[in-house]
């Protein structure tokens, strides 16, 4: 029988949300149907269920019609080097660069030098007046990286007009992430000489850049970044235009650059919000809106130096959420970037990443895939009126240098960023291979170049920082110790009964521990305390966990507790809730307590005291 004539649509009739939510709650066995709800970390609900938004119209994704840009990043300290990746990034797929000059945020501790002799070695071959879109991802204010590829294409003797470059002028998004200490008014001026001085040597621009990468790194939610990007951006455009350029010449001057992480819905939602916000924005100001040009950037925050490999996974779904958002740019971070300068592997993978989803998924073929979709629009629209909110607090601050030099920005960004740092911890917010389902014997990955001590950020400023950090500083533990050593810290899992009733704890308490580098001893479960103490006295522990069912920890557990901390315990945990025999157990010599929705960070932390 012929495909079509299966009767799909009859074997699946569809079912109303009533009868849905009747369906649902019943599934949630008494548990309120609002446990379904989620929040972004702006406060926005996202509903389990919507329905279609069939009055949604397309909303033009790209700037330019067609696909988007694959940039290749030219980022390696030493010129040589950068201009061989580079050209191996353009020959296998690349339509374009993204140069991290050292010092700019995209740089990663890496970078080229801002200097002309520096790039003329690092694009050395590349055919500047080819049409290949550039990305000037500059230090400081970006005056010096700007000019400094502005005269070699001039001592090339190529013509602007044949070139496609974005040079990055971000004097805001400096001083956010304290790259520069002056204000915004002081450095202004030198912003708009520097884009007179490009646009008079015949380039298009754009000049400036409003980038929220800075907002996403230091832990900000969507809509602070989104306001941080648009805000930006009209100082940018009043600048310009009190300093004599035409609204609409000033507004085709300013281009915008932001994260996005392995958060599909809100990723896709972030990018049409942004479009949305910005033409809005412009039509206040009076203009016919024209479409944004939006180079995305896979987050920095969301990379792991631990199971990097699932860095891929990550950098997958981010690259999906900009393409189907409508990024006209975008450039991926290789897996390995949170260890070291990325080798010829891993870049190549980045690269793949891109065009599998572009020449083989046909991203680029449909214009607003999500159009119509309820939870995107509806996400879209929140994010876009939240977003608008705080350009209002904005405005009424002064703007955002004001807010910068307040202090009051990085302040919202910080309390948002506590209560992502609060959910990591408690793994609400999961990180695969960090802070969940470790592989604790994994072998380090190849880099060219170990990633550089990190320096400390001034005080107030948007610091970077990825998630997976605390988790990873107690790997990093654990690799001392074997180095010393030879052996990791080990806690031994007391498992009491039959496989069935302590297999599911005793794998929850083995990924719980070792997520910490500790790693965890199992066994076949034993059939009393007594037995269970010496086999941990035999193993060479000094730390043990209790995994059993709770039938079972009502018989035992105390007699458990009591016999291995008699057996040398130096710490003894449960797996599982106490309830309400917390006191008990603690009296019997249980000193943690191991169960989902703990804060694993917290419970580790003190577990380290106990081996330190």
């Not at 969301?302 to 699932?310: G, S």
């Amino acid at each position: 029988m012929p495909v079509s004539k299966l009767p799909f649509a009859a074997a699946f009739p569809p079912i109303e949300e009533a009868r849905w939510r009747e369906l649902a709650t019943a599934a949630l066995k008494g548990a309120p149907f609002e446990k379904l709800i989620a929040r972004t970390y702006d406060g926005a609900a996202i509903q389990p269920l919507y329905p279609r938004a069939a009055a949604a119209a397309v909303q033009p994704a790209r700037a330019h019609a067609g696909a988007w840009t694959i940039l290749g990043r030219v980022d390696a300290t030493d010129p040589a080097q950068a201009n061989a990746l580079a050209l191996t990034d353009l020959e296998n797929g690349a339509a374009g660069l993204q140069i991290a000059f050292a010092g700019s945020e995209g740089a990663c501790g890496f970078g080229v030098e801002a200097s002309e002799a520096a790039l003329a070695r690092a694009l050395d071959g590349v055919y500047l007046d080819a049409g290949a879109p550039i990305e000037v991802d500059a230090p400081g204010h970006g005056r010096d990286a700007a000019l400094a590829l502005a005269k070699l294409i001039d001592a090339r003797k190529v013509d602007p007009k044949r070139t496609v470059v974005s040079f990055g002028l971000d004097p805001i998004g400096a001083i956010a992430r304290g790259a520069i200490r002056a204000s915004f008014t002081d450095i202004a001026p030198h912003m708009v000489e520097t884009a007179r001085t490009l646009a008079a040597a015949g380039f298009d621009g754009p000049f400036c850049v409003a980038d929220s990468r800075c907002v996403h790194a230091a832990g900000g939610a969507e809509a602070q970044e989104l306001a941080f990007a648009v805000a930006t951006a009209l100082a940018y455009l009043r600048t310009l235009e009190s300093a004599g350029m035409r609204l609409d010449v000033a507004r085709n001057a300013i281009s915008f650059r932001l994260a996005v992480d392995a958060d599909e819905f809100l990723g896709v939602a972030k990018l049409r919000a942004l479009r949305r916000l910005w033409a809005r924005m412009q039509e206040a100001c009076g203009l016919s809106p024209a479409p944004a040009l939006i180079h995305a950037e896979t987050a920095w925050r969301m990379m792991t130096r631990r199971d990097p490999h699932m860095n891929m996974l990550r950098a997958t779904v981010a690259v999906f959420a900009a393409a189907i958002g409508g990024a006209d740019r975008i450039s991926v971070l290789p897996f390995t970037q949170a260890i070291g300068l990325p080798d010829e592997f891993a870049r190549r993978v980045a690269r793949n990443t891109q065009l599998v989803l572009l020449e083989e998924s046909n991203l680029d073929k449909v214009a607003d895939p999500t159009a119509g979709a309820g939870g995107f629009e509806t996400l879209t629209e929140v994010l876009c009126e939240k977003a608008w909110d705080l350009l209002g607090k904005s405005e009424k601050a002064g703007g955002i240098a004001a807010q910068l030099a307040s202090g009051a920005f990085q302040s919202d960004v910080a309390a948002a960023a506590a209560e992502r740092a609060k959910n990591v911890a408690r793994r609400k917010d999961a990180l695969t291979g960090a802070s969940e389902f470790p592989n604790i014997a994994e072998k380090p990955a190849d880099v060219l170049a170990p990633l550089p001590g990190a320096q400390p950020a001034p005080k107030g400023a948007l610091a970077p920082r990825r998630l997976s950090e605390p988790f990873e500083s107690l790997r990093d533990k654990s690799d001392a110790v074997v180095a010393k050593t030879g052996r990791r810290p080990t806690v031994f899992l007391a498992c009491l009964g039959p496989i069935a009733a302590f297999t599911a704890r005793a794998t929850f308490a083995k990924s719980f521990f070792e997520v910490g580098g500790i790693e965890a001893l199992s066994n076949d479960g034993f059939a009393n305390a007594e037995a269970a103490a010496e086999a941990f006295a035999a193993s060479g522990a000094t730390l043990a966990c209790i995994c059993s069912s709770d039938a079972l920890y009502d018989a035992h557990a105390e007699a458990t507790a009591r016999a291995l901390k008699a057996a040398g315990a130096k710490l003894a945990s449960l797996a599982g809730r106490p309830g309400d025999k917390e006191a008990a157990y603690r009296d019997a010599g249980i000193d943690e307590f191991v169960f989902a929705g703990s804060d694993v960070l917290a419970v580790l932390q003190r577990v380290w005291k106990e081996i330190a």
